[in-house]
């Protein structure tokens, strides 16, 4: 049995919507912030450029981030999408199954044309 397959047969976008019809923007704030700080030893340069952006270059981006999504009023945390503690191992096998995290280590990483004109005023 397909464990991401919808009640109609079709698949999802992604596995948080097929089991809890969680919109993508709530997951990516929901996750965003903790994303970001377990990313951060590959994508400091660029968290600096998120900082610098947000005006704030004594914070580090992921707390900028969270306070940004807070402010806005989107939800911050599972309870608020309607997911509980004892599905969370649930989702981390299911993204773990997803396409993309067993294709990103086989895909040959390209800069964007624009990242080496980018540098952060952060120090």
């Known amino acids: 049995m397909d464990v991401i397959a919808r009640s109609d047969g079709r698949k999802p976008w992604n596995r948080s919507?097929?089991?809890?019809?969680?919109?993508?923007?709530?997951?990516?704030?929901?996750?965003?912030?903790?994303?970001?700080?377990?990313?951060?030893?590959?994508?400091?340069?660029?968290?600096?450029?998120?900082?610098?952006?947000?005006d704030d270059c004594n914070r580090a981006a992921p707390d900028l981030v969270a306070d940004l999504i807070e402010s806005v009023e989107m939800p911050n945390q599972f309870h608020k999408v309607g997911v509980s503690r004892d599905q969370f191992e649930l989702i981390s096998r299911n993204a773990t199954l997803d396409r993309w995290v067993h294709s990103w280590g086989t895909r040959r990483r390209y800069a964007h044309p624009r990242s080496n004109r980018?540098?952060?005023?952060?120090a």
């Open 118 to 122: 980018l540098t952060s005023q952060c």
């Open 17 to 54: 919507r097929a089991f809890w019809s969680v919109p993508h923007g709530h997951c990516t704030c929901v996750t965003l912030p903790e994303v970001m700080r377990s990313n951060k030893p590959v994508t400091d340069e660029k968290q600096k450029l998120i900082s610098e952006a947000l």
